[in-house]
């Protein structure tokens, strides 16, 4: 069965350092996802992604962050600047059309030191 | 943001017996809900889901309800197995828009 997958499943890093977290979504998904899950909150929407733009963002989704299919097959979710705040599950999912369930991956554990 | 609440943060139940998550919504504006599972250090699985225009969907052991009026759905899961065991979250959307709002999510924990 087709699935997300995501790389890598722990980062460590040093607080102001540059991450980036990769996802590779279901191949004929053409809506990609990012969101994180703080220790102990909520699953919370980070942005979506549809033909190469982004479609929606939340409030968290601030200049720091930012997002990429840089070929036909990886999206990644990039912070520029890490905080301390910034530690927490990062998940992306995919789905087939807007409307259709979105598929998550295992997701990444961001440790910022 | 509480637009989506599971008061029950946890439910035990013994194999084979009928598990009922619940889920309540505040806003009117969402038109499909999704519930899913998601195990330690994995991503949450898809379950099951339905849309406003209706009032159930049911898929194997797994049944979601839907009661627009109280802005209330429920997951009912029989009989419920041991590898049930995990965290359930419900989760809503709106038309107007691809993001998936979740709740707190209720572990639910199945006694052989």
């Known amino acids: 069965e087709p699935e997300v997958t995501q790389t890598p499943s722990h980062q460590v890093t040093q607080m102001g350092q540059e991450v980036i977290l990769r996802c590779v979504p279901i191949?004929?998904?053409?809506?990609f996802y990012w969101y994180r899950q703080i220790l102990g909150q909520k699953v919370e929407f980070l942005v979506s992604?549809?033909?190469?733009?982004?479609?929606?963002k939340s409030e968290i989704f601030d200049d720091q962050f930012s997002v990429e299919r840089p070929d036909g097959s990886n999206f990644t979710l990039k912070i520029r600047s890490t905080k301390l705040e910034d530690s927490a599950m990062y998940f992306c999912?995919?789905?087939?059309?807007?409307?259709?369930?979105?598929?998550f991956g295992p997701g990444t554990r961001l440790t910022v030191l | 943001d509480q637009q989506v609440k599971q008061n029950s943060p946890s439910l035990s139940v013994q194999e084979g017996r009928i598990s009922i998550l619940n889920c309540d919504y505040t806003?009117?504006?969402?038109?499909?809900f999704l519930w899913y599972k998601k195990y330690p250090a994995e991503g949450p699985t898809f379950l099951i889901s339905?849309?406003?225009?209706?009032d159930k969907n049911e898929d194997g052991r797994f049944t979601v309800f839907l009661n627009k009026s109280a802005k209330h759905l429920s997951l009912h899961i029989v009989p419920s197995q041991p590898g049930d065991s995990a965290v359930y979250f419900c989760?809503?959307?709106?038309?107007?828009?691809?993001?998936?709002?979740f709740g707190t999510g209720t572990l639910l924990a199945v006694q052989p």
């Open positions: 806003n009117s504006m969402f038109d499909y």
């Open positions: 992604f549809y033909n190469n733009e982004i479609s929606e």
């Open positions: 999912a995919s789905s087939e059309a807007s409307y259709n369930e979105q598929f």
């Open positions: 339905i849309s406003s225009i209706k």
């Open positions: 989760a809503a959307r709106s038309g107007a828009t691809n993001k998936l709002i």
């Open positions: 191949s004929n998904h053409l809506y």
